[in-house]
C-alpha cells in the first residue's frame, strides 16, 4: 500500500452533516464520536473526486466500477476521511486565528509517516492558561507589557514558540505552494497552538451555526420550514491520507489520476447552490 497526504482547505463554509441530532442544532456536521472532532467523510471526498474524473476508463481502472456492478473489482484508490487541522478562532486582534493542539498535531505527523514523509518539527507542551505562538505574530494583544491572546472571549497567555514557527513553515509552503497575496505570512503570524482541553472546548464554542428557512409561494417562512444548520467556517484545514492499492489501476495511475482533480477549487458537503463547501485540495508529494 502506497499513501499521500492530502490537505483540505475550506475557501467556503462547509456542512459535512450527519442528518441528525438530538440537541437544539437540527444539522449538525459529522463529528468523531470519541473526541468530538470535526471530519469530512473520506466516502464524500471519493464521490466528488470521482464525479471530477474527466476520462470515464482511467474513472473505472483507479476509483472502481459503480454501485450495479460494485462485485466485479474493487477500486485501486481509498480515501480516509478528512480529519480536522487548522479551526479558524475568532481573535481580538488580527481578526483571526488558526488554531490547533497536541493531539491534532501527533496524529496529523502518524498521518504524514504513513505517507512516508518527515517533517522533523516538534510539539510543544502547552497549558490550559497557554497559547503557543509564533515568534511573530498577529493576534496578541499590542498593548505594553500585555502578553495575552484572546481566542472567541476565552484570555489565553502569549508564549512564544519555535515549534509553532517550524510548523507555520511546514504547513504554508503546503497550503500555498504559490505563496499567492502574502498568505505563508499570514499563517505565520496567525497560528498557535492550545491545550487539548481547550482545543476541546473551542471545537465545541467556535463552528458556525445559522439560521435557515424555506419561503412560500407568498414569499414567508413556511410553516414548520425554520431550522439550525452547523457548519465548519472558512479558513478551516483538514488532513487525510490517499492510498493505493493495485488492483486494476498501478499506483502511479491512482495517483496521476488524482493530481490534476487537485489544480481546481471543488465542492464538498451540502448546499452548493447557496454557496456552500468549496474547497482547495493539496496532495502533498514526496
Known amino acids: 500500500m502506497d499513501a499521500k497526504l492530502m490537505l483540505v482547505h475550506v475557501l467556503s463554509s462547509l456542512h459535512a452533516g450527519t442528518g441528525q441530532d438530538g440537541g437544539i442544532i437540527d444539522q449538525p456536521i459529522a463529528r468523531e464520536k470519541t473526541t468530538g472532532t470535526p471530519f469530512l467523510p473520506g466516502s ?36 480516509t476521511d478528512g480529519r480536522l487541522l487548522l479551526l479558524p478562532v475568532r481573535s481580538l486582534n488580527g481578526v483571526f486565528a488558526w488554531v490547533t493542539s497536541p493531539f491534532i498535531l501527533r496524529r496529523f505527523l502518524r498521518d504524514l509517516e504513513i505517507a512516508k514523509q518527515n517533517w522533523e518539527v516538534a510539539i510543544p507542551v502547552c497549558e490550559d492558561h497557554q497559547c503557543r505562538t509564533a515568534s511573530s505574530d498577529n493576534i496578541s494583544s499590542q498593548q505594553e507589557n500585555d502578553n495575552q491572546v484572546i481566542l472567541e472571549d476565552l484570555p489565553l497567555t ?21 505563496d499567492a497575496n502574502n498568505w505563508q505570512q499570514m499563517l505565520a503570524t496567525h497560528l498557535c497552538i492550545v491545550s487539548d482541553n481547550i482545543f476541546g472546548f473551542i471545537l465545541e464554542t467556535a463552528t458556525e451555526v445559522t439560521a435557515r428557512i424555506r419561503l412560500d409561494d407568498t414569499k414567508t417562512v413556511a410553516r414548520g420550514a425554520l431550522w439550525y444548520e452547523e457548519t465548519l467556517p472558512a479558513e478551516t484545514v483538514l488532513a487525510g491520507l490517499i492510498t493505493a492499492s493495485p488492483v486494476a489501476a498501478t499506483k502511479d495511475e491512482v495517483f496521476d489520476a488524482i493530481r490534476p482533480l487537485t489544480t481546481v477549487p471543488v465542492q464538498f458537503g451540502g448546499n452548493a447552490t447557496v454557496g456552500r463547501g468549496l474547497c482547495k485540495l493539496h496532495l502533498l508529494d514526496d
Open 158 to 178: 502569549k508564549l512564544p514558540s519555535p515549534e509553532v514557527d517550524a510548523w507555520a513553515l511546514k504547513l504554508g509552503a503546503a497550503l500555498f505552494p504559490d
Open 44 to 79: 464524500s471526498i471519493k464521490g466528488v473526486l470521482r464525479d471530477a474524473c474527466p476520462d470515464a476508463d482511467t474513472c473505472l481502472k483507479v476509483f472502481g466500477p459503480k454501485t450495479d456492478k460494485a462485485d466485479e473489482y474493487a477500486g485501486s484508490v481509498h480515501f
